[in-house]
């Protein structure tokens, strides 16, 4: 269990980052969370590559646990943050067990094709529950009741939708952005464990 130590706390620090910056919003179409929370699946296919998708499990499970108590303990229990818990929480639990299913069934193909299309389809998943849950209902925000429903041209430039709308199709397109670019980062961590592995 001591292995996969490494892979549980960093699901944590993301879970908890990811929980507090994605109440901070960049811009008018983009939250802060956007940034951290795709390392997640990341790490998730580090450990389903490395160890297997039980480990995998295992690191998503403890990651959860430790990241929403975290979360909670550090923000509080009111309404906006509970909602955002509970949507987090929905939202990582079923995306990070979508991924490792269809990580493992991909994983006997080239190296990048199991990571690329279940961080897609993970994140396409964890977009649709986290937001719905979290931002679709009015939310106070700075004293301003609703601010999730305010009407904003989507991605600042496209038809008029709501905000929480315009938030999320900002929030998967980063994380698909990411998706691609931590493919470097997965190959090169991925064969540093394996072959520290062999040499144990």
Known sequence: ???Y???????AIIVVASNIL???VLGDWLTWGA???????????VMNRVYGPAAARRVVFAGFVVGVLSSVV?????KTTLRIAIGSGSAFLVAQLVDIIVFNRLRHKSWWVAPLTSSSIGSVVDTTIFFS?????SLPADGNTGWANEAVPLLGQGPVTALWVSLATADWLVKMS???LTLVPFRLIVRNLLSRNQEI
């Open 5 to 11: 130590l490494p892979g549980i706390l960093a699901m």
């Open 178 to 180: 990411l998706a691609i």
């Open 22 to 24: 994605v109440q901070f």
């Open 1 to 3: 269990m001591t292995r």
């Open 133 to 137: 849950i979290a931002f679709s209902a």
């Open 74 to 78: 550090a923000a509080g229990l009111d």
């Open 35 to 45: 940034f951290t929370y795709p390392f997640a699946f990341l790490v998730t296919e």
